[in-house]
């Protein structure tokens, strides 16, 4: 059983930067993918980013555009997510997960959740 535990969120002014953390229980990151969505009520869940941990290769949301990066420390026991320019769509509850597919955007690829964090920015 995996468990994933975010933090770094809050409430900030459009502009301004976060960085969110997700912690693994038990130590380290096994499982081949891990990623960070994004959801807003009454959408579904948006890739934000992914990195596989087999090569290290980072992958994007389109939406992104150069102002989110990922990264995992070599131990694999976190994996933040640092966010620049912050816009005020940008507001939603931010999981992290983990899964059995390195890369992948889809949702349903990823088995374990974290209880999300608030992300909220101000115009």
């Known amino acids: 059983q995996v468990k994933l535990v975010e933090s770094g969120g809050g409430s900030v002014q459009a502009g301004d930067s976060l960085r969110l953390s997700c912690a693994a229980s038990?130590?380290?990151?096994?499982?081949?993918?891990t990623g960070w969505f994004r959801q807003v009520p009454g959408n579904e869940r948006e890739f934000v980013a992914g990195i596989r941990w087999s090569d290290g290769t980072a992958y994007y949301g389109s939406f992104t555009q150069g102002r989110f990066a990922i990264s995992g420390d070599n131990a694999k026991t976190m994996v933040g997510l640092q966010m620049d320019n912050l816009r005020p769509d940008d507001t939603a509850v931010y999981y992290c997960?983990?899964?059995?597919?390195?890369?992948?955007?889809?949702?349903?690829?990823?088995?374990?959740w974290g209880q999300g964090t608030q992300v909220t920015v101000a115009s």
């Open positions: 997960a983990a899964g059995s597919v390195g890369g992948s955007s889809w949702h349903k690829d990823y088995d374990y």
């Open positions: 038990g130590g380290t990151f096994t499982m081949p993918g």
